[in-house]
């Protein structure tokens, strides 16, 4: 799974070249990851935007929040499913399958009722 979380670091690394490029012009992969870095230490938007006040960056605040936005949703995090897996992998085979299940019930709910016939239209 890390090699995943690579690929889509990797992945965010570019999309954050493509708008610095388009935006500024400028296409620089330690740009990029220098502000996916201050992305990563800001708590908030506000808080974001003041950094890069303060190192003198001088983007509009429509391309700030668009950066950051971009940063929050792409930014690849351990996944819940990752953490069950390395939890399952100690355990026995049926408590894998056991894990399996419970994940299954817990991202699609209404996939595990059972059949109701009556429900059923011609």
Same mark, same amino acid.
């Given at each position: 799974?890390?090699?995943?979380?690579?690929?889509?670091?990797?992945?965010?690394? +570019?999309?954050?070249? $493509?708008?610095?490029?388009?935006?500024?012009? *400028?296409?620089?992969?330690?740009? !990029?990851? &220098?502000?996916?870095?201050? !992305?990563?230490?800001? /708590?908030?938007? /506000?808080? &974001?935007?003041? =950094?890069?006040?303060?190192?003198?960056?001088? &983007?509009?605040?429509? &391309?700030?929040?668009?950066?950051?936005?971009? #940063?929050? =949703?792409?930014?690849? $995090?351990?996944? =819940? =499913?990752? $953490?069950?897996?390395?939890?399952?992998? $100690?355990?026995?085979?049926?408590?894998?399958?056991?894990? /399996?299940? !419970?994940?299954?019930?817990?991202?699609?709910? *209404?996939?595990?009722?059972?059949?109701?016939? +009556? #429900?059923? #239209?011609?």
């Amino acid at each position: 799974m890390e090699e995943l979380q690579n690929l889509e670091y990797l992945s965010l690394v +570019s999309k954050i070249c $493509t708008e610095l490029d388009n935006h500024l012009g *400028i296409n620089d992969k330690d740009l !990029a990851e &220098f502000i996916i870095n201050v !992305a990563q230490s800001s /708590d908030s938007y /506000d808080t &974001f935007r003041k =950094k890069l006040a303060e190192i003198d960056a001088g &983007f509009p605040d429509s &391309f700030s929040s668009n950066l950051y936005r971009i #940063v929050q =949703k792409m930014l690849p $995090t351990p996944s =819940k =499913k990752t $953490t069950l897996e390395n939890n399952s992998e $100690t355990n026995s085979d049926q408590s894998r399958i056991l894990t /399996d299940v !419970a994940l299954r019930k817990a991202i699609c709910p *209404i996939l595990c009722k059972p059949n109701d016939p +009556s #429900v059923r #239209v011609s």
